[in-house]
């Protein structure tokens, strides 16, 4: 059974660090790529970034460019989310979704993923 499972949410302080991860079971992450998205009360789910299946591409929204850095480690089957200068703006619902494009520089950070996890929360609050 393919699954996907979130973690490293929690509360942080304005200006704080997390760093998400991203763990692949039953089945290997090499051949997918990875986007991240988040969602925050009352708002639509939003693309926050992505990584290719080759590695060598990356995309950030234009909101989290310079703060956040994905990063993939196929021997760990784990991709990361290292999120910087937290912001309250930045509190939601984070996933991350798989997706084995037959392009393998392509990422992307609409819905073009068929594999979801079930989310971690982030709460940036002083």
């Known amino acids: 059974q393919l699954q996907l499972v979130e973690s490293g949410g929690g509360l942080v302080q304005p200006g704080g660090s997390l760093r998400l991860s991203c763990a692949a079971s039953?089945?290997?992450?090499?051949?997918?790529?990875i986007g991240w998205f988040r969602q925050a009360p009352g708002k639509e789910r939003e693309g926050v970034s992505c990584v290719s299946s080759s590695g060598g591409t990356t995309n950030y929204a234009d909101s989290v460019k310079g703060r956040f850095t994905i990063s993939r480690d196929n021997a760990k089957n784990t991709v990361y989310l290292q999120m910087n200068s937290l912001k309250p703006e930045d509190t939601a619902v984070y996933y991350c979704a798989a997706e084995p494009f037959m392009v393998r520089a392509k990422c992307a950070m609409t819905n073009e993923y068929n594999y979801w996890g079930q989310g971690t929360q982030v709460t940036v609050s002083s």
């Open positions: 039953g089945f290997t992450l090499d051949v997918y790529a």
